[in-house]
């Protein structure tokens, strides 16, 4: 039986304290090989192959022919937007929790923003969910696969591909990830990936553009090249809008090393995931993230829905009993992912739709039920045992 004494945002004494924290996901491991490829591009006064080589390692990796980077993820879907022409009366459908680089592109293309509800177990789209909201004037899909979680794709590109439809995965939070055999990116048309320091393949800063066509592909390479073409004795011309997102070499670098270890520190995200999730089963009301046959799950957050009439506290109260308990774990809950509601000038700027949770119920269920924190591969078995603990003593404190 766990007391009001016991916790320590009472006075109680924590599991993790601060003489002994949690691994955090900062400093982020760095792959040894990468001082090499860095002395390489310095060496080659900025002259060496090396983002081509990364070009070539990352679509390798992703069983993939085309590859182009980009400064940032959200950089990666303007872009990938940005090379299908939209118009202002074409309207996108983005998943309605994400973070808001999901959605800038839309916006900044002058297209419709409109918002897809969620599998209310998981926080990712779904097939039938879009079919809700598609109209003649959709023209693309934006799917998150959220917390690291592939979305059940086949459902959803058969659905879009049947009407036309553009398929765009926003992959930022599962690099490699895998569906039914094949990697995140490569089932829709285009998938968009971030190299920020917080991702999993961390290069300080950068994304990347995947697609298999090769029309697709020459699209994106004349957006990016701000829509220039080379006239003979005249030089460039710009026939098309376009924008510059440009990776640097260095993080280029970057990236091609840490791409080297992202298999083994994906692997190991996962076995310890599964640990945790073994370890909360016997408590009663702590709900787990749904996976859908097929889907593989690499964890860029740890999440865990709460059944709210089993416990006698709310999502933040929890979560600052758990930062208590735990040292270095930063657990976030809130419903700051949740775009319609969050992104609110969003009705200023398209003042027919009137924008806000009430759009979204699955999703804004779905948000005011997780906790979660960023997970990382640093853990050991010793961590999860006491982030298990911790978590234990909380919940069964708060336990109705």
């Known amino acids: 039986m766990v007391e009001k004494k016991d916790l320590a945002i009472f006075g109680g004494v ?8 949690l691994p955090a996901l900062f400093p982020r491991k760095i792959a040894d090989s990468a001082l090499t490829y860095i002395r390489e591009v310095i060496d080659s006064g900025f002259t060496s192959n090396m983002l081509s080589r990364f070009h070539e390692a990352f679509a390798e990796a992703c069983g993939i022919k085309h590859v182009a980077t980009v400064s940032t993820c959200t950089n990666a879907i303007h872009a990938a937007l940005g090379a299908i022409d939209l118009g202002p009366r074409d309207e996108v459908v983005v998943s309605s929790i994400s973070d808001f680089g999901s959605l800038a592109g839309v916006i900044a293309e002058g297209a419709l923003p ?38 059940d794709m086949d459902p959803i590109v058969d659905l879009a ?17 895998d569906y039914k055999g094949r990697k995140a990116g490569t089932i829709g048309d285009m998938g ?53 997102f440009p990776l640097g070499a260095l993080s280029a670098a970057v990236a091609l090393a840490n791409l080297e270890i992202l298999p083994q520190q994906n692997r190991r995200r996962v076995e310890l ?40 506290a709310g999502i933040w109260e929890i979560g600052d009993a758990l930062n208590a308990e735990l040292s270095g774990l930063s657990c976030s809950p809130g419903p700051y992912y949740l775009l319609p509601d969050s992104v609110t000038y969003l009705s200023e700027r398209y003042p027919n739709i009137k924008y806000g ?21 640093k853990y050991t078995e010793q961590d999860i045992n006491d982030i298990a603990t911790a978590m234990g003593k909380v919940l069964n404190y708060f336990h109705v």
Not at 14 to 21: A, S, T, Y
Not at 133 to 143: G, H, M, S
Not at 161 to 177: R, T, W, Y
Not at 207 to 223: P, V
């Open 161 to 177: 591909h049947d009407k036309g439809i553009i398929v765009i995965e926003d992959c930022c939070q599962n690099p490699l990830g």
């Open 273 to 312: 995931a599964q640990m945790l999730d073994k370890r909360l089963e016997e408590i009663n009301g702590a709900i787990p993230i749904y996976i859908p046959e097929g889907c593989s799950h690499i964890h860029w957050i740890y999440a865990l829905q709460l059944n709210a009439s089993r416990f006698k």
């Open 357 to 377: 949770a009430h759009m979204v119920r699955n999703a804004k269920t779905h948000v005011d039920r997780v906790i979660r924190w960023f997970w990382t591969d």
């Open 14 to 21: 924590p599991v993790r304290g601060k003489e002994n924290p």
């Open 192 to 244: 968009c990936f971030s190299f920020a320091g917080e991702k999993h393949l961390s290069a300080d800063h950068g994304g990347a553009i995947i697609t298999n066509s090769d029309e697709l592909a020459m699209k994106i390479s004349k957006y990016l090249g701000r829509g220039a073409e080379s006239v003979h004795r005249y030089g460039r011309k710009h026939t098309s809008f376009g924008l510059a």
């Open 114 to 151: 409109v918002f897809s509800d969620v599998d209310v177990r998981n926080g990712c789209v779904t097939a039938d969910e879009i079919k809700k909201v598609i109209t003649p004037r959709t023209k693309a899909l934006i799917v998150v696969h959220w917390y690291g979680l592939m979305c």
